[in-house]
């Protein structure tokens, strides 16, 4: 096996989740920037459609390393997908393709189900709550929380805020009610 | 460019993403079913690296390259936590994407999750409408 197809294989927990612990100390020594990417969304906000709204009239472009970063994000997202891809189906857990497969989803081929993330579903029930519901309370969640995975579950806790604890619990409990509850009653109804 | 490195950091950041299959729906899926421990691994060790790190940058007070000495602000407590941590955690099992996994998804060809990430910018944008009306 060469190095390349060695990357190119799924890559393990403990290579991945050190490598994303280290953004933080990265951030914070090459500009005292604190990791957290649901900023972005407001920098966005605040730069197209602030509309006297407190929360966005501030200088989004001194914050604008924010935006640089999840462009990268994107491109490495590209770079990945294109140059880096895994030929075989994702890994799924055996009980959870069992579970799925009672939804009716049963194509394991790519990161997210094509059955539901593609632009023909976009005007259908399902859609309408895959993206554009889903997506909502993404934002809006998150904003209101002050701070997503990145910024509460890994920068916060690293430093040791016991909010970022408070946070971290309520984004868990929310995701096993919606995953044991909505989402297999989405798949139900729509 | 002083803004180019924080690029080059999310793009590395960007195939950690893609290639430990973290922006994955169906890891999403088995963290909340507990059917793995994947995720509970990477965000753990994530966690765990962090916190070191940003230990050693306390205890030897570390500056930032351009000579800043570096500081973190503290996270306040408010009952948004609660709500808005809720909201968030419903829209992440759905969705199967945090704010950065959107970035990747549609690096990585998924070109329908710009329509979520369109709407989540709609939905903070809609917060900061509703903030003073909002149990905080």
Known sequence: MNILEFIKQPWPWYVAGPLIGLTVPTLLIIGNKAFGLSSSLRHICASCVPADIPLFNYDWKKESWNLFFVAGITIGGFLAATFLDNPNPVEVAPATATL???????????LLPAQVFNWENLFTMRGLIFFVIGGFMIGFGT???????????????SNLQWP??????????????????????????? | MKDIKYAIVGIMFGIVFVKAEIISWFRIQEMFHLHSFFMYGVIGSAVMVGMLSIFIIKKLKMKTIDGVPIALEDKKYHKGLIFGGLIFGFGWAITGACPGPLYA????????????????????????????????
């Open chain 1, 100 to 110: 799925l497969n009672s939804y009716g989803i049963t194509d394991f081929n790519d």
């Open chain 1, 143 to 157: 904003r209101y929380a002050n701070g997503c995975t990145s910024g509460h579950s890994i920068t916060g806790l």
């Open chain 1, 164 to 190: 970022s604890l408070v946070a971290t619990i309520a984004f868990m409990v929310g995701g096993f009610i919606s995953a044991n509850f909505f989402v297999p009653l989405i798949f139900k109804l729509f």
């Open chain 2, 105 to 136: 998804q549609i690096g990585s060809g998924f070109t329908i999750v710009i329509v979520t990430l369109l709407s989540a910018t709609a939905g903070t944008w809609v917060y900061g409408k509703l903030q003073d009306k909002l149990p905080h």
